[in-house]
Structures are given as C-alpha cells and as structure tokens.
C-alpha cells in the first residue's frame, strides 16, 4: 500500500537560514513524488516533483527537493527562508507502476518562518 | 495564469440534504479529481474522471457521492443524503493527462453539515 510520512507537525526557522521539510514515502512500484503548497484559504499550489533523472529536482519560488531511493525520502529545501515561505506544505506520492493515478497525501508541515 | 476554480467557497447544508460542489477546470486539463481534507486530517482522494466516465474512485466514493461534467467546462460533486462526518474541505483537481503530469488543485469549498 501507498504511504507517505511527514515526521513534522510544525519546522520553525529564522528568516535568511536553509529550510527543510522532511518526506518519506513507501510505494510498491516506481515513485511519482510532488510537493505542494497550502496558504491561508488558498488551493494546494503545485512546487516541483520527482518523475525520473535527476536526484536533485528544482521548482517554484527557490524551493527544491532531493530524491533518495535508499532512504525514501524527499525532503523539500531552500537555502534561504523567507517569512512568505510561511505555509502548510504536503508532500505526495503517486504509485508509478500500479496503474492508478491517485495521490496520497502526508499529513502536511507548518513552516513558520520567523522574522 | 490559469486556475482550477471552485463553489461556493463554503456551504452550511443540513443532514440530509443535497449539495453540489462545483469546480471548472483548467481549461485544456482531461482529467478531473475530487479530494477531501477532514479539518486536521490527510489530503484523501475521492474520485478520479476521464471522457465522461469514473477512471478510479476510494472507498470513500460509495453511492451517496456522484460526479458529473454536465457540460464542457463545469465538473461537479453531488453528495445525495449529507451525513456529519461528510463536514471537510472538498478540492477539485485538473491535469492535462496522467501519467507524470501534476495535477492542478482549486481553492476547495469548505462544506459543513449541521
């Protein structure tokens, strides 16, 4: 079965220093990995994914995200916090391999990003 | 940019009773997604739609629920007889195709049964 995890409820991190917001994920077959983005009375707002290639995968706003097979994990990061990174942020996995093309949510991270 | 869109934002129904969740998706997308987010809960998928027919659906999606694309730009949810525990935040979603592409969420309609 499909699985992802999201360790932290909430990450605080002082403006100007990196970030990261972890990610694991358990899939039977091929992972299809996005994260997205959730303000305040907004719609889940798509920040990058992970299909294939590159480990390392680069999307919206400076974020990026590393895909590490061993580990399954892919934890978003940016090098430097912004106090209008402040969000709710979901990771998802969709099963490559298994024919469907649901997404299976975390239970999401509260970023607060302190001035 | 283009955007998923969805209504109304919030709808108070009593148990009971009826309620259509509407959303229009972006407007080259082919397939269509309901979601669910109980308050302080997962992300849940409900329903997946392509050409006019369910492609997959969850457990959740039993007969009280129904989808529908009455014409070429609206894709709605119909929720038959509104129970308490159906109290959430729906999300419609839209992507071009499956496969790798991400899908595109709208702001969610908030809908609350008394």
């Known amino acids: 079965a499909q699985s992802v995890a999201q360790p932290e409820d909430q990450v605080n991190v002082a403006e100007g220093n990196p970030l990261t917001v972890k990610c694991t994920y358990s899939?039977?077959?091929?992972?299809?990995l996005f994260w997205y983005v959730q303000y305040p009375n907004r719609g889940l707002q798509f920040l990058l994914k992970?299909?294939?290639?590159?480990?390392l995968v680069k999307g919206s706003y400076g974020f990026e995200a590393e895909f590490n097979k061993s580990q399954t994990s892919f934890h978003l990061k940016k090098p430097s916090a912004l106090v209008s990174d402040s969000a709710l942020y979901f990771c998802?996995?969709?099963?490559?391999?298994?024919?469907?093309?649901?997404?299976?949510f975390g239970t999401g991270t509260r970023l607060k990003v302190l001035a | 940019e283009p955007e998923v869109t969805q209504t109304p934002s919030h709808q108070v129904t009593q148990m009971g009773q009826e309620v259509i969740l509407r959303c229009v998706p972006i407007?080259?997308?082919?397939?269509f997604y309901w979601y669910r987010q109980i308050l302080g809960q997962k992300v849940e998928f409900l329903v997946s739609?392509?050409?006019?027919?369910?492609?997959?659906k969850s457990e959740i999606f039993d007969d009280q629920f129904s989808v529908e694309r009455p014409d070429g730009s609206n894709f709605t949810l119909k929720i038959r007889s509104t129970k308490l525990e159906d109290s959430a935040m729906y999300f419609c979603?839209?992507?071009?195709?499956?496969?790798?592409?991400?899908?595109?969420f709208g702001p969610g309609t908030r809908l609350t049964v008394t």
């Open positions: 979603a839209s992507s071009v195709v499956q496969g790798a592409y991400e899908q595109y």
């Open positions: 899939v039977s077959g091929n992972p299809y």
């Open positions: 992970y299909i294939t290639g590159d480990n």
């Open positions: 998802a996995v969709r099963d490559g391999g298994s024919g469907t093309y649901k997404y299976i």
């Open positions: 407007s080259n997308h082919l397939y």
């Open positions: 739609f392509y050409n006019n027919e369910i492609s997959e």
